[in-house]
């Protein structure tokens, strides 16, 4: 069975400083692995995802995340974040060839200015 | 133009009620899901519907009933709510056996039990 671990349930930050939302990972077979954003009263959208090749992986909106297999981590980091970040971030896994996600508790990002 | 659609968008309602929560899809996707979202933000799948067939029932009482009459659309009957109902419901949908695509999400229905 999987499990998702999101380290820190709220990170407050300044405007133009960067951030880093942790997340790790448990998993006995290989997965893919998700980064979804929760805007205030919205649904979830897909940030980025990890399915293979190289462990970096970027958004259109400046954020990455790196997967480290020994580590059994996907952190999703932006280098200078804006007051429009502020939202509900849940990383999130699914077993290759599988249908189920398995969603973190969430990390809500607070950009303030 | 909406992908998935949930309606409706917020509903109170008094406990002991019975209540339908609709969703549809116009992705072509052919899995369906139903998500919870408490109050602390933790999403729990409760149901999983590919091409009509359930395929994900989780841990749910059986007063939450899914129907699927066809492969864009998956309901949630919910028989005499109780407190503990409220909550915010997601439907989301995916192909099937495709799980790198990752879900498409509906915007949320607010379930609010008085």
């Known amino acids: 069975a999987q499990s998702v671990t999101q380290l820190d349930s709220q990170v407050p930050v300044f405007e133009e400083a960067p951030v880093e939302l942790r997340c790790n990972y448990s998993s006995s077979v290989s997965v893919y692995l998700f980064w979804y954003v929760q805007y205030p009263n919205q649904g979830l959208q897909l940030l980025l995802k990890?399915?293979?090749?190289?462990?970096l992986v970027e958004s259109i909106n400046g954020f990455e995340a790196e997967f480290n297999k020994s580590q059994t981590s996907f952190h999703l980091r932006k280098p200078s974040v804006h007051i429009s970040d502020t939202a509900e971030y849940f990383c999130?896994?699914?077993?290759?060839?599988?249908?189920?996600?398995?969603f973190g508790a969430g990390t809500r990002l607070f950009v303030k200015a | 133009d909406t992908a998935v659609s949930q309606t409706p968008k917020y509903l109170v309602t008094q406990m002991g009620n019975d209540k339908s929560i609709k969703c549809e899809q116009n992705l072509g996707h052919d899995t369906m899901y139903w998500y919870k979202q408490d109050s602390k933000k933790f999403l729990k799948i409760m149901f999983s519907?590919?091409?009509?067939?359930?395929?994900i029932n989780e841990t749910v009482p059986n007063r939450f009933s899914p129907k699927s009459p066809d492969k864009a659309h998956l309901n949630l009957h919910i028989n005499s709510l109780e407190l503990g109902d409220s909550a915010v419901y997601f439907c989301a949908s995916s192909h099937h056996g495709q799980s790198n695509y990752g879900y498409t999400f509906g915007s949320g229905t607010r379930l609010t039990v008085v």
């Open positions: 519907y590919n091409n009509k067939e359930l395929i």
């Open positions: 990890y399915l293979s090749g190289s462990t």
């Open positions: 999130a896994v699914t077993h290759t060839g599988g249908f189920k996600t398995i």
